[in-house]
């Protein structure tokens, strides 16, 4: 009888212990669940959009071309270098970017240093007075030595 007197004057304590708890879980699902699932909704997503000629890097740092997607046993074969070799979809790590993205990357870093160009000149210019005054100097010793004979 004490033991039932003793779980009714601790009753209020439960209440926070069931909130704490409920909390606890909350905080877990925003801070490990929700974000797992949207890194596997990103992977799934990037699994759909393979196609024959992709280069890849598989998870073992391996970079390839893939030359066949096999949807029904969701497998890939790629070229590695002359070498066909076959993995498991999920084996896939990364998509590069095709050559055809590469150009577009180029002329936006051509853009970007032709603005850097009168910054480079501007700080050539030191170094260009700096090799002038070392060139007025040896012919000043010369004078000099002129003037000593």
């Known amino acids: 009888m004490n033991t ?12 926070v212990m069931i909130l704490l708890f409920v909390g606890l879980i909350v905080l877990m699902y925003f801070t490990m669940i929700r974000p797992q699932k949207k890194q596997q909704q990103k992977r799934a997503q990037m699994m759909d959009t393979l196609k024959k000629g992709d280069q ?3 998870v073992d740092g391996l970079h390839a071309k ?15 270098d002359g070498i066909y070799l076959t993995f498991s979809r ?19 870093t051509t853009n970007t240093t032709s603005t850097d160009k009168p910054a480079a ?8 007075t700096a090799e002038t005054k070392s ?3 040896p012919a000043e010793t010369k004078a000099d030595d002129s003037d000593k004979e």
């Open 4 to 15: 039932l007197f003793l779980a009714a004057a601790g009753g209020g304590n439960s209440m």
């Open 56 to 58: 890849v890097i598989l």
């Open 66 to 80: 893939i030359d066949s997607i096999n949807n029904k046993d969701k497998t890939i074969v790629v070229d590695a």
């Open 90 to 108: 999920m084996a896939v790590r990364q998509i590069l970017p095709s050559a055809t993205a590469a150009p577009k990357e180029a002329s936006a």
């Open 121 to 128: 000149k501007d700080a050539d210019k030191p170094a260009d």
């Open 135 to 137: 060139e007025d100097k």
